[in-house]
């Protein structure tokens, strides 16, 4: 199994500001099979990149995720009031399919 | 309206049984795969079970297996989980997930949820 693991736990910044998420996994993702999504209190899940670097349609492009094998980003380019949120990994490239633990972007 | 909407969750004792529905509106229902995500309250997302669209291959969690069966009526445009031999630790809310394609094992379109709640 893959481990998924999200750093910062929690990242305190203000509107405007950019955002830097980190998923690393605990052995390489074949493919580049990780998704990003964003969760925000009592509402299901939302999908917001796949394949590592595709924003799923209606994302908007302050969105953007990178990475490679072990190593993965989410970047929210410039905060906006309804991105703070907790936002989880995923990956798909081997079973059983994995979720990192979360970030939660809060609002300094 | 493309939508999915979850039902069936409630308070069950320790060993007990459930099962949930999921009902599946605005899109061709049998292309997709479908899957069964959980999260316990506070807590991440958990992958429980898949369901191709022909319901031709079921995969399940470790933690389910034995316990959980998945499936699905594609004439109804429904996705189930049988829940049998219920644990404390299956305290979650349950999400129903589409899947893009046939399994390409992430997901484009999210339930709201139902609660289950496993205590005595």
């Known amino acids: 199994e893959i481990v998924l693991t999200q750093s910062p736990a929690t990242l305190s910044l203000s509107p405007g500001e950019r955002a830097t998420l980190s998923c690393g996994a605990s052995?390489?993702?074949?493919?580049?099979?990780l998704a990003w999504y964003q969760q925000k209190p009592g509402l299901a899940p939302r999908l917001l990149i796949y394949d590592a670097s595709s924003r799923a349609t209606g994302i908007p492009d302050r969105f953007s995720g990178s990475g490679s094998g072990t190593d993965f980003t989410l970047t929210i380019s410039s905060l906006e009031p309804e991105d703070f949120a907790v936002y989880y990994c995923?990956?798909?490239?081997?079973?059983?399919?994995?979720f990192g633990g979360g970030t939660k972007v809060e609002i300094k | 309206e493309v939508q999915l909407l979850e039902s069936g969750g409630g308070l069950v004792q320790p060993g007990g049984s459930l099962r949930l529905s999921c009902a599946a509106s605005?899109?061709?229902?049998?292309?997709?795969?479908m899957t069964w995500v959980r999260q316990a309250p506070g807590k991440g997302l958990e992958w429980v079970s898949t369901i191709r669209g022909g319901s031709e291959n079921t995969y399940y969690a470790d933690s389910v297996k034995g316990r959980f069966t998945i499936s699905r009526d594609n004439s109804k445009n429904t996705l189930d989980l049988q829940m049998n031999s219920l644990r404390a630790e299956d305290t979650a809310v349950y999400y129903c997930a589409k899947d893009p394609q046939h399994w390409l094992g992430y997901f484009d379109l999210w339930g709201r949820g139902t609660l289950v709640t496993v205590s005595s």
């Open positions: 995923q990956q798909y490239g081997s079973s059983p399919l994995t």
């Open positions: 052995r390489s993702v074949s493919s580049r099979y």
């Open positions: 605005g899109f061709t229902f049998s292309s997709y795969a």
